[in-house]
Nanobody, 125 residues
Framework: QVQLVESGGGLVQAGGSLRLSCAAS????????MGWFRRAPGKEREFVAT????????NYADSVKGRFTISRDNAKNPVYLQMNSLKPEDTAVYYC??????????????????WGQGTQVTVSS
């Protein structure tokens, strides 16, 4: 059974930092794209960041560019999201996602096959 489990969420003040991790079990995702999405209260799930199979290519939502960094370590937990200069509007449930079909960057929910349960990030003003 494939599972993605996020960790690292929590409550932080505006301007602070958090690092999210995503651990996978049940299969390897090293040949495929990984990503992070988020869902804020009352809003639809939105793309945050994606990384290709090797870690050599990334893509970010405009709202997080320059503040968030996605990375991966295929030998350990597959993907991380370093979040700096956090803003109240970053408050959301953050989801890790793994593709079983795309090796390049993947910025759309339909490109992903597995999802974690999410971790809450709350940024206070």
């Amino acid at each position: 059974q494939v599972q993605l489990v996020e960790s690292g969420g929590g409550l932080v003040q505006a301007g602070g930092s958090l690092r999210l991790s995503c651990a996978a079990s049940g299969r390897t995702f090293s040949p495929y794209a990984m990503g992070w999405f988020r869902r804020a209260p009352g809003k639809e799930r939105e793309f945050v960041a994606t990384i290709n199979w090797s870690g050599g290519s990334t893509n970010y939502a405009d709202s997080v560019k320059g503040r968030f960094t996605i990375s991966r370590d295929n030998a350990k937990n597959p993907v991380y999201l370093q979040m700096n200069s956090l803003k109240p509007e970053d408050t959301a449930v953050y989801y890790c996602a793994a593709s079983a079909r795309y090796s390049g960057i993947a910025s759309y929910t339909r490109m992903y096959d597995y999802w974690g349960q999410g971790t809450q990030v709350t940024v206070s003003s």
